[in-house]
């Protein structure tokens, strides 16, 4: 008896075979099942919240076992696919993206953090100064060792440059077809014919010859597209609650500091989230003792408190906004210009988010006889967020006030006509919850 099968929450059961459970039991897998799927521990999404990279790992690996039986590849080419679906995410940092898009911006070009390049991961020794340091909780990383000869090609498929690479890394691959309707599904906006939708989907695309292309049967374009719903439903929750969006902000702006103080370097990647915040907390001290309190109050869900939930369509003004220099002279001005004139002393933080392709993402799909066909649209906006360590306490006159100056501030940075997001659990959704239809 095959001592090894999991209870997949969205496929049920999936047995495995012996080189399988030998991917998921490398120890730089095992990590991922401490590492959450959101890039921040949902204080209002619940069901998001605890939702691990391990899960969503084995989701990949079941997608990916349905694409190569359903495509006949031979066993080496299946091995190289399931290697590559297994490994996809091990060099995902605590909190994914918010600690992720830190150190990519933060390191020089020709060091700085890849979670994608395993392959260059590898060779540097998994960003670790020894050898031995690639480890967890005291076991060394195997996938070298593990696919031996097949190291390259697996690094291929996960860096998108190898032929079966767009099932892995491509606008819409395995990877984003499992994460949406996982986290959907546990964030209760997703259905059971979502789940048969994505299943149905993975059976009817082929590798296709354009670049980052898949070819797909006509039939199941109705499914791309139901895919597409569903991930505009969770990213609208995801990017446009106010919880969310304030505890990306306090973590975002903890991580800078921490990098900017050298408490944080590209070797701090293999922390699981929990490791990370102890860690901040305990070295964050001195000139960055911020950081450190900034973690504590993200534990206990103390958010900062939301003056400004808007998107500009200025999106060009991203990469000029976003550097920590001028998010703190952009921060220090509201303090000074809008905040200290109605007797509010407290810490603002401004935090902006790019959403190009995020809410919405258009998919290019191969459709045969060379034709190719675009589905869905893609979004295009900046959201910008205002937060202030302590709420508003000077009256609703004043409060309106004091965002007439906000707005001459934010008119000063380029980023145009603002409109106020909308909330994603507002009236119309209050009695809806869509995990129930997976009864």
Known sequence: MNSWRIWDPIYGRIDLTEFEEQLLMLPEVQRLRYVRMCNINSLFITGASEVSRFEHTVGVLHLAREWAGENGLDDVERNDLLAAAVLHDVFTGPFGHSFQYVLEDAGDPEHAFAHEDIARGAKENYYMQIREAAQFSGARFGGPQLLRGRWDEVSAIIDGSAALGPLISGTMDLDNLDNVVRLAYHSGLACREDVSSILRLVRGIKVSEQVECLRVQPKVIEDVIRWQAVRKRLYDFLLLDWGEFAAKAMLTRAV????????????????????????????????????????????????????LLASSKNISTYERLSKLQMKNEIANRIEE????????????????????????RAVMLDVGEGRQHSVGINSSALLVGVFLARPWSQGAKQLRQAKDALDLVLAETGLGVMRPLEDPMGEQRSTSNDQLLLI
């Open 256 to 307: 800078e500091r921490a990098v900017e103080g050298g408490i944080l370097g590209t070797n701090s990647w293999s922390h699981t989230d929990d490791e990370f915040w102890n860690y901040l907390e305990k070295a964050a001290i001195g000139d960055y003792q911020d950081v450190a309190e900034l973690i504590r109050r993200l534990k206990c869900g103390e958010l900062y408190w939301p003056m």
């Open 337 to 360: 210009a809008v905040l200290r004139p109605f007797g509010m002393s407290t810490q603002a933080i401004f935090h902006l988010i790019l959403d190009v392709g995020k809410t919405q």
